[in-house]
């Protein structure tokens, strides 16, 4: 069940034990100086009622004065009681985060706890004239002592939570952003048992399911978008306005969008499944940073940033979106095209490493299927391939490419530069280009015979260097080819580095069937985990080390049953057939289905049940009679 939190507070509420302060009195240091200061605070000389005295804790003086030591007050709400009650909300949304999905509407202002609450909720809508503060702009004013803030909305109006990745989306009005939340929540995917049911709809469902009978572009097609050498929007490639992109029309939501630009998040659907999205920006970049208004000579900033790199910003944002997407339940699509993360000076001091090391951490712990995938001319290079290889989450990663698409340590140039410098390039040259082997050769032999024409000598070393002039910039780039092949997918293939390779045209109708199976088969896996500890334990809760386990049975229990998931496709049968040369599976999801709702896979969890009963009853005192009547009864309560 999601939990909607709608802001609009002060904060923690402050206040003062009033009957104290209506009896307060000031003792001074000198009654005919007031201005010297005074020594203590105390209560008025005709109180003695004990219960106002009850609410303080005071010494009584030789003077017969009674000077405050602390206010306890008779109220319940006016200070440190509400951060404690504060400080409950938080931990409360804190776990909600981790157990359902939540959401916020900023619809008024947001302030102190409030904007800690919003934040905690994590994927958060902010009405255009709402604001989420710490504190407020006069408290700050009176702080620094100037009037430097206008408005509430220089320090969390959506110009500047937008801008930093703690809103997600923006709505015009309460109405806007409700809308929008419905909307992300559609999403979600059913709850548990009945995820599987939901892989493939009926007829009959989408008749009594008008929601899903709308998604016209759920049905199986070729991708018809096309990605370029040069920069693209992406989103084009995902989502285009005339439909026929990788998902299906209309479909595609991006959250985030005005940070981090150069990745691009969000929710999408594929032939009706709902998945996480994340893609990456091919073009250069603006990074707006505003001025403060605190420190006189700060100006507003545009920085740029190139694209195909993870910066400290993106990395952040990657990290992030992939921990929302584990969450709400959702399948993740990579589209993988990275050149590397920057390492610069400022982004070293701005912790890029920190957060692109939260990347492999929130993949670690993924208990969705995920695919990443290697575009049409797409790169994934050093540490962008390292945070996101299969060996972080061999259960639920799988990772494909394209054909044009390219993986390794460095690009081609940089490689060269490194590992095929001139010298190298000199021995190529001499070996392939007649000319320039005949003339190393007369130099050679010219030195052996210690030919003393200087002048012939002088001419074959000028022949010979421009000819190497010539020829040296084109063996270069045969040498970066050289390169660029050992970087090509029939090597990470041939390596194991990808599982298989997949063209972008049949991306879409591969990508679901993946999903599907991959779906199921956890799913399974989960229901099969429920069995062994015989608990009503929710589905989602289950560790990544324990999902691999219920995986590995699942693959030796498909094989005990022979249910197909794939076949190998032989490669007599790719000419007839819409594939790349180099897939080698095809994925069925038809008999896993129809298989994990059947009474047969309910038998087998029964007796998984049974079994680890009877294990369990072992150490239990009694006779075996007693046993089996006590299997029995829980079996028939179940």
């Given at each position: 069940?999601?939990?909607?939190?709608?802001?609009?507070?002060?904060?923690?509420?402050?206040?003062?034990?009033?009957?104290?302060?209506?009896?307060?009195?000031?003792?001074?240091?000198?009654?005919?100086?007031?201005?010297?200061?005074?020594?203590?605070?105390?209560?008025?000389?005709?109180?003695?009622?004990?219960?106002?005295?009850?609410?303080?804790?005071?010494?009584?003086?030789?003077?017969?004065?009674?000077?405050?030591?602390?206010?306890?007050?008779?109220?319940?709400?006016?200070?440190?009681?509400?951060?404690?009650?504060?400080?409950?909300?938080?931990?409360?949304?804190?776990?909600?985060?981790?157990?359902?999905?939540?959401?916020?509407?900023?619809?008024?202002?947001?302030?102190?706890?409030?904007?800690?609450?919003?934040?905690?909720?994590?994927?958060?809508?902010?009405?255009?004239?709402?604001?989420?503060?710490?504190?407020?702009?006069?408290?700050?004013?009176?702080?620094?002592?100037?009037?430097?803030?206008?408005?509430?909305?220089?320090?969390?109006?959506?110009?500047?939570?937008?801008?930093?990745?703690?809103?997600?989306?923006?709505?015009?009005?309460?109405?806007?952003?409700?809308?929008?939340?419905?909307?992300?929540?559609?999403?979600?995917?059913?709850?548990?048992?009945?995820?599987?049911?939901?892989?493939?709809?009926?007829?009959?469902?989408?008749?009594?399911?008008?929601?899903?009978?709308?998604?016209?572009?759920?049905?199986?097609?070729?991708?018809?978008?096309?990605?370029?050498?040069?920069?693209?929007?992406?989103?084009?490639?995902?989502?285009?306005?005339?439909?026929?992109?990788?998902?299906?029309?209309?479909?595609?939501?991006?959250?985030?969008?005005?940070?981090?630009?150069?990745?691009?998040?969000?929710?999408?659907?594929?032939?009706?499944?709902?998945?996480?999205?994340?893609?990456?920006?091919?073009?250069?970049?603006?990074?707006?940073?505003?001025?403060?208004?605190?420190?006189?000579?700060?100006?507003?900033?545009?920085?740029?940033?190139?694209?195909?790199?993870?910066?400290?910003?993106?990395?952040?944002?990657?990290?992030?979106?992939?921990?929302?997407?584990?969450?709400?339940?959702?399948?993740?699509?990579?589209?993988?095209?990275?050149?590397?993360?920057?390492?610069?000076q400022k982004d070293m001091f701005e912790m890029v490493l920190k957060f692109g090391a939260w990347i492999v951490d929130a993949l670690q712990t993924y208990t969705q299927p995920v695919i990443i995938y290697l575009p049409p001319f797409g790169e994934l290079r050093g540490g962008a391939w390292a945070v996101l290889d299969t060996q972080i989450n061999p259960t639920c990663i799988t990772m494909l490419a394209d054909s044009n698409s390219r993986g390794g340590v460095l690009e081609a140039n940089g490689i060269v530069e490194i590992k095929f410098r001139e010298k190298d390039l000199c021995v190529l040259l001499g070996k392939c280009d007649e000319k320039t082997k005949k003339l190393e050769e007369e130099l050679a032999k010219n030195n052996k015979n210690n030919d003393k024409n200087e002048e012939k000598k002088k001419e074959l070393l000028q022949e010979y260097e421009k000819r190497k002039e010539k020829l040296l910039p084109i063996c270069r780039a045969a040498a970066v080819k050289f390169a660029d092949l050992h970087d090509t997918t029939a090597r990470m293939l041939a390596k194991g580095a990808i599982h298989d390779e997949v063209a972008w045209q049949n991306t879409r109708n591969y990508f679901y069937n993946l999903l599907c199976v991959q779906s199921i088969k956890m799913e399974m896996a989960k229901k099969y985990l429920s069995a062994c500890s015989n608990t009503t334990t929710n589905l989602s809760s289950f560790t990544i080390d324990e999902l691999e386990k219920g995986c590995k049975w699942v693959d030796e229990h498909l094989a005990e049953t022979s249910i197909l998931i794939r076949r190998e496709i032989y490669l007599k049968e790719k000419p007839s057939m819409d594939y790349s040369k180099r897939t080698r599976f095809e994925y069925f999801f038809e008999q896993i289905m129809e298989y994990s709702n059947g009474k047969e896979f309910l038998q087998v969890l029964e007796q998984i049940k049974a079994d680890t009963l009877l294990k369990q009853l072992k150490l239990v005192t009694g006779n075996l009679e007693q046993r089996e009547r006590f299997v029995a009864a829980l079996l028939e309560r179940d």
């Open positions: 069940m999601p939990r909607v939190y709608i802001a609009a507070n002060s904060g923690a509420r402050i206040g003062f034990a009033s009957d104290i302060k209506n009896h307060l009195n000031i003792v001074w240091n000198d009654d005919d100086r007031p201005e010297d200061g005074f020594k203590y605070l105390t209560l008025d000389p005709k109180v003695e009622n004990s219960e106002i005295l009850s609410q303080i804790e005071s010494t009584l003086l030789n003077n017969g004065n009674r000077r405050i030591d602390a206010i306890i007050g008779k109220e319940g709400d006016i200070g440190v009681e509400n951060l404690v009650g504060s400080g409950l909300i938080a931990a409360e949304t804190s776990a909600a985060y981790r157990k359902v999905p939540t959401y916020c509407l900023v619809s008024g202002r947001a302030v102190g706890i409030g904007a800690y609450v919003a934040r905690l909720s994590h994927r958060i809508c902010q009405v255009e004239n709402s604001h989420i503060i710490l504190t407020g702009a006069a408290a700050l004013n009176s702080v620094l002592g100037r009037e430097v803030y206008t408005s509430n909305n220089q320090l969390g109006g959506p110009q500047i939570m937008y801008h930093n990745g703690v809103t997600h989306s923006v709505a015009h009005d309460d109405m806007d952003g409700i809308k929008k939340i419905l909307h992300w929540i559609t999403y979600l995917p059913p709850p548990s048992p009945s995820t599987t049911m939901l892989l493939l709809p009926s007829p009959t469902t989408q008749q009594k399911l008008p929601s899903l009978s709308m998604l016209k572009d759920d049905k199986a097609r070729m991708v018809h978008t096309q990605p370029t050498k040069s920069a693209y929007d992406p989103r084009l490639m995902l989502d285009p306005p005339d439909g026929g992109g990788l998902f299906d029309k209309g479909t595609f939501d991006e959250i985030m969008s005005g940070w981090a630009k150069t990745i691009i998040a969000g929710r999408a659907r594929l032939r009706g499944l709902a998945v996480g999205v994340l893609a990456v920006e091919t073009r250069t970049v603006e990074c707006e940073i505003p001025a403060d208004p605190a420190t006189q000579d700060s100006q507003a900033k545009c920085v740029l940033q190139a694209g195909q790199v993870w910066h400290t910003d993106s990395a952040f944002k990657t990290a992030e979106a992939i921990n929302d997407f584990n969450h709400e339940g959702l399948p993740l699509i990579i589209l993988a095209n990275i050149r590397g993360f920057s390492g610069g």
